[in-house]
């Protein structure tokens, strides 16, 4: 543990604060502050620096700053190198993050399907994740509860076969009230009404029963919330148990986190189901206008002297016969299960965690195995079931932003001899966003365009493959590829987003292009695609034999394909060196005010053509090695790869590369960001 002491002003007057470090018992290398706001960090000066450097480094991808309780469901599904998951409601992408990082840990065919029903949320989600530079990511803009099953070429199969469960494993962290966030959150304590838990309801059911249809069979699903109300937590967990318990199991998950150190409380199997009076005075007048009677309102003020704070504010209904026949908004699902169900249900594997446990944010987390194909129990009893179908919103309260929207849902009713789902009839519901969209059962259409990942058409393929390969010095040959000791390039990976000659040529991987490209050619049309894969090529501005030039985002994927005639390797020292110079470069020109200078590394130096040198010596005078030089002076003018000595093999660990530009002179051009620069200069510091 490590402390920090640290003087605060609040309104004149000095305050001491010990501030802690603490070791984060169930994530590796994970750390908490404790008694250090996220407003104190930004503003106190002493803590400038340090806030800079955490800036840095979480763009760089190098570190990943989340409240505490968020790392939960990615450690509780407990995700392999070589496992299929997806993430119904990812933005704005911490959780898929630290999936990612597992994940992309390995080269084992594993990938993420991150999914937000709001397509500019989406594309957040993308910049997020652009960090971890991994290819094993597709994200998609879709409502959740009816994200399309994905059969790779399997529509045939029957029930039996698990059809269309895709998935090892799910995440549903869903649109919730949000009142777990009350610490950090301010605006919660304003806002926070009991309504939008029960209008909340049966979206997130809905949402958790689309993933376990989408979940294998020996596969698990997370069901999370950042709530700590029963009726979008347990009473979820109870629904689906109750429909679906002959084919799911919850997961001892409190148990394994008592065993890591980390408090948490069993899942509740009593609560009981609160209504606003504040809606039922509403209910009431709007009644009263149309001539007809409604709930008994609220009690008046000499009533309420006599109440507690709970009878005060909410009317409180213990079972589903105490709620008036008029009142659509409550329905059985949310009350607490029976004796014989809270024996054979397990609620105490659920973990939920209070804010005073560990200094942390409040946060529900349930794991369900499944079993074998999803098979409807019953039919569900309940007296307002017609009026449950009218019931639905959607919301999302996080630690970035909070969206709230009403749409319609209904409980998914199954037949017990197939996975046949019966949607529900869907009414046009407004959302209340700053968008104001219409939510509809299907894929999101958006201004932001929904472009399809596809293959080059042959005949312009064919073109320009050839150019791209004999320029770049790709094995054209098995024997080709073994006399140099590389790898055949998988072309079959390369993507574009148009047709012809597209702007930029994508990177994907072997299990994405298999699976959600080429293996299920449907797939894409069903949701809104936002992106995959890395940049590796783009089409060059720049007059050059290869009409298309390497991209610095994907470079790495391609450092096992390259033979020795675009691609360089040097010593770490004379890669940091080259790395200082394009910083220099690039910094210089960022300050100047009156004109640009010019980004050139000249190869071999002369005073005459560096600019700047009347001002003394500087990074531009260290001369590059003679076997550098010999090797870039060759090379035809257009794009090449620079890497440092070990890593020119391993896909996993070959992010030492740099990409230039070789230009007609003896110089050259780094077509590099600066923030990767910065980021790299740091990485540097670590080998």
Same mark, same amino acid.
Request: hydrophobic share 40%; charged share 25%; proline share 7%.
């Given at each position: 543990m490590t402390h920090y002491e640290k003087k605060t002003c609040d309104e004149g007057k000095d305050e001491s604060i010990n501030l802690h470090i603490t070791k984060i018992p169930f994530v590796k290398d994970a750390f908490q502050f404790i008694s250090l706001d996220r407003k104190t960090m930004r503003r106190a000066p002493r803590f400038q620096k340090f806030h800079k450097w955490l800036v840095a480094n979480t763009q760089n991808g190098f570190?990943?700053? &989340?409240?505490?309780?968020?790392?939960?469901?990615?450690?509780?599904?407990?995700?392999q190198p070589h496992h299929r998951v997806l993430d119904m409601c990812a933005a704005p992408g911490s959780k898929t993050s &630290?999936?990612?990082?597992?994940?992309?840990?390995?080269?084992?065919?594993?990938?993420?399907?991150?999914?937000?029903?709001?397509?500019?949320?989406?594309?957040?989600?993308?910049?997020?994740?652009?960090?971890?530079?991994?290819?094993?990511?597709?994200v998609t803009s879709a409502d959740a509860r009816f994200f399309p099953k994905i059969y790779c070429g399997k529509k045939e199969l029957k029930v039996e076969?698990?059809?269309?469960?895709?998935?090892?494993?799910?995440?549903?962290?869903?649109?919730?009230?949000?009142?777990? /966030?009350l610490r950090k959150n301010i605006q919660i304590w304003r806002n926070w009404t009991n309504s939008a838990s029960l209008a909340l309801h049966s979206v997130q059911l809905s949402i958790a029963i689309r993933g376990l249809y989408l979940t294998k069979v020996g596969g698990t699903m997370c069901y999370s919330t950042c709530s700590?109300?029963?009726?979008?937590n347990e009473?979820?967990?109870?629904? #689906?148990?109750?429909?679906?318990g002959d084919s799911v199991r919850l997961k001892d998950l409190k148990g394994k986190f008592d065993a890591l150190g980390f408090k948490g409380r069993p899942g509740m199997t009593l609560w009981k189901v609160l209504y606003d009076k504040k809606s039922i005075a509403n209910k009431a007048k709007k009644s009263e206008s149309n001539g007809s009677q409604d709930e008994t309102p609220a009690a008046a003020d000499g009533e309420e002297q006599s109440l507690s704070n709970c009878d005060r504010y909410f009317r409180v209904y213990e079972s589903m016969d105490d709620v008036p026949e008029n009142n659509s908004r409550i329905i059985q699902s949310m009350f607490p299960p029976t004796k014989d169900e809270i024996m054979s249900f397990n609620l105490n594997f659920c973990m939920r965690v209070h804010p005073q446990d560990n200094d942390s944010g409040g946060f529900f987390v349930a794991i369900f195995e499944k079993i074998s194909p999803l098979m409807y129990k019953g039919e569900q009893v309940s007296k307002h079931d017609n009026d449950a179908e009218k019931i639905s919103s959607s919301s999302k309260t996080n630690a970035s932003s909070d969206v709230t929207g009403n749409g319609d849902s209904?409980?998914?009713?199954?037949? /017990?001899?197939?996975?046949?789902?019966?949607?529900?009839?869907?009414k046009k519901a407004k959302i209340e966003s700053s968008e104001n969209k219409i939510m509809k059962p299907k894929k999101q259409q958006t201004d932001l365009g929904n472009v399809p990942f596809i293959p080059v058409e042959k005949e312009t393929w064919n073109v320009i493959w050839s150019e791209i390969r004999d320029f770049y010095g790709f094995a054209s040959s098995v024997e080709e590829a073994e006399k140099h000791g590389v790898q055949m390039f998988p072309t079959s990976q390369l993507k574009a987003r148009s047709s012809g000659e597209a702007k930029c040529l994508y990177f994907v991987t072997d299990a994405i292009n298999n699976t959600l490209i080429d293996g299920d050619s449907s797939f894409q049309d069903k949701v809104t695609v936002i992106n995959t894969g890395l940049k590796a090529f783009c089409k060059n501005t720049r007059q050059c034999t290869a009409r298309y030039r390497l991209h610095q985002e994907g470079v790495h994927l391609l450092?096992?394909?390259?033979?020795?005639?675009?691609?360089?390797?040097?010593?770490?020292?004379e890669y940091k060196l080259l790395v200082q110079k394009a910083i220099f470069l690039l910094k210089r020109n960022k300050e100047s005010k009156n004109h640009a200078h010019n980004l050139n590394i000249f190869l071999e130096h002369d005073a005459s053509k560096v600019e700047g040198d009347n001002q003394g010596p500087t990074i531009l005078d260290e001369p590059l090695s003679d076997a550098f030089v010999e090797k870039a002076k060759i090379l035809e003018q257009g794009s090449f790869v620079v890497v440092m000595e070990g890593y020119e093999r391993s896909i996993v660990d070959t992010k030492m590369a740099l990409v230039f530009w070789k230009s007609r002179g003896d110089?050259?051009? #780094?077509?590099?960001?600066?923030?990767d620069l910065l980021g790299i200069e740091r990485k540097l510091t670590a080998v």
């Open positions: 570190i990943t700053r &989340q409240e505490t309780v968020s790392m939960l469901p990615p450690v509780a599904l407990d995700v &630290q999936m990612l990082e597992t994940i992309a840990s390995g080269n084992e065919g594993g990938f993420i399907v991150a999914n937000d029903s709001d397509a500019k949320r989406a594309y957040m989600l993308v910049h997020q994740l652009r960090r971890l530079n991994s290819p094993a990511i597709f076969d698990n059809a269309g469960a895709f998935f090892d494993r799910v995440l549903c962290d869903v649109p919730c009230g949000g009142d777990g /966030t700590i109300n029963p009726v979008e009473a979820v967990v109870c629904e #689906i148990l109750r429909r679906y209904s409980p998914i009713e199954e037949t /017990t001899t197939d996975e046949k789902e019966v949607k529900p009839p869907m450092i096992p394909y390259f033979t020795l005639k675009r691609k360089i390797v040097v010593s770490s020292d110089n050259i051009n #780094i077509l590099v960001a600066m923030d």
